[in-house]
């Protein structure tokens, strides 16, 4: 492995897409808003010392405009140096982002589909901006204390070369072990810290998203106490951090300090012998209590250093191992052939495990396809790896022209319009497309009765709409998009027998009617009588040495075929209606 590879930062900084020209424009800015607050202070030394001297007022008329220029100017070019680099920190943090998206998008879900929502929420949130701060906070006070330093040690060195070699001293101990030091204590510090905001964040996601159901099964209190637990331990890390920076902090003022006795005292055998004038010894002696605001900021830069390096090595968690993210695209079908999707003895799964094995399908225009059987035998794996999320574990998916698009039960909702929600599907819905695609799933009096209609804002992840509107509208978004495969996870999932049934036939007959194919999932089996086929999923241990215990095929056919021939789908069928009989005797 080699060393771009082994540095998780290395291997992220490029995402940032930082412009160098800006870097280099943020230190120049940087350099010069130090050194004037150093040529202030040994302007404005050498004006007090000659000034009690009582010379000529017109021989200190120069120093008193360089001290008002040096004043005035440090200000300025602090705030210009501010504007520069945060323009180099969020313009990096944005392009991460977009970069970060764009490869979960492209590349398989084996490296987010294990990990919590608070988790990830943590990584894509906080994790960005520390990489983002390595720029601001670690890259840029670096270059600034090196111009600054040597610049300040050259000053200093012309008037009293000794004293110039000592500061140079004191500026590498501050600069050097004190940001070593920091960096080392900051190690197992910021691997915790990260652990635990991660952890918090986590915890009070799934709070606030589950904390009435948590409440009703009687783990509430037990998730408060982690959820403090994990607060404490990022206090501790907190606090830990904080002893780092007083370390750090000790050891600038006392080189510091060591740096104006060591001129002080090189400085006075000077002034007896004549090579050094009283007036120069005040500029050797206070100069140095400016200088070391640049070197102040490093132990923090190596710290913070340290803290983008865990934050990327968590990003990098997230990325495909290699650059190539075609891994777990479908290969095209072959070019005549009539096939929108076709899976040749495809084995699905991830995390190592084959949870579907030895999958053939055929999708062509009109089709419409469902996979029946328990929750957790595989349905959802086997659409996520028909669809190029996951990365068949042998087998082939081939795909025709035109996308397939994977319609999750869980599908987001942003925190927008019911309008704007339906155009992430396509950016050019109209108002009477979105009408007409609500009213296609059942939605039209639903939408009706909303105050704004379509511009009625949703709250975040839909948070003030019921389970079986979810599903509807995230089916309507589905209808909407350009996608010639629709691949849809338990459409019928929180709604009623009738208005599930209707949901299902709508989704058939879309296909038929627009030369789309769809594939649902579904473990309720009463509406799959309008599929062409539908794929009976169940257990086969011994499927192989991979693939022990996977699910498989184990029946397919009409669904009327499988009434008569699949004793199990049949009973299974029953239970339904005799369920439904149940609820509506009538």
Sequence with gaps: MNRRTADPLRRVLPMLE??????ARAVALGTLALGFSVGLAAAAAWLIARASQMPPVLQLSVAVVAVRAFGTGRGVLRYLERLASHDVALRGMAALRANLYDALARGPVTRVIALRRGDLLARVGADVDAVGDVVVRALIPAGVAACVGLGSVILVGAFLPAAGATLLGCLLLTGVLAPWLASRAAASVERRGAAARAEVTGRALELLEDGQQLRVAGRL??????LRAADARLTRSTDDGARISGTSAAIDAGAQTLAVLCSLLLGLPAVAAGTLTPVELAVVVLTPLAVFEATSTLPAAAVQLRRSREAARRLVALLPDGTD??????????PGSGTLLELAGVDAGWAGRTVVAGV???LRP???????GPSGVGKTTLLLTAAGLLPARSGEVRAGDGGTLFVAEDGHLFGTTVLENLRVARPDVTADDARDALAAVGLDAWITGLPDGLDTLLGPDGADVSGGERRRLLVARALLAPARVLLVDEPAEHLDAATADALVATLAAHARDTGRAVVVASHRLTPLA???????LGASPGAGDDAGGAAQVV?????????????GYAWAADQERTGEAR????
Excluded: F, I, M
Excluded at 18 to 23: P, S
Excluded at 221 to 226: C, I, K, S, Y
Excluded at 325 to 334: N, T, W
């Design 325 to 334: 993210l075609s891994d777990a695209r479908p290969a095209p079908v072959a």
């Design 360 to 362: 053939d399908l055929a």
């Design 530 to 536: 309008v599929a062409d086929e539908v794929l009976l």
């Design 18 to 23: 930082v412009r160098w020209t800006r870097v």
């Design 555 to 567: 029946a397919r056919g009409p669904h009327a075929a499988l009434l008569h021939d699949e004793p």
């Design 221 to 226: 209190d037990d998730r408060l106490v982690g």
């Design 583 to 586: 609820v509506h005797p009538g």
């Design 366 to 372: 009109g089709g419409v396809v469902a996979l029946a």
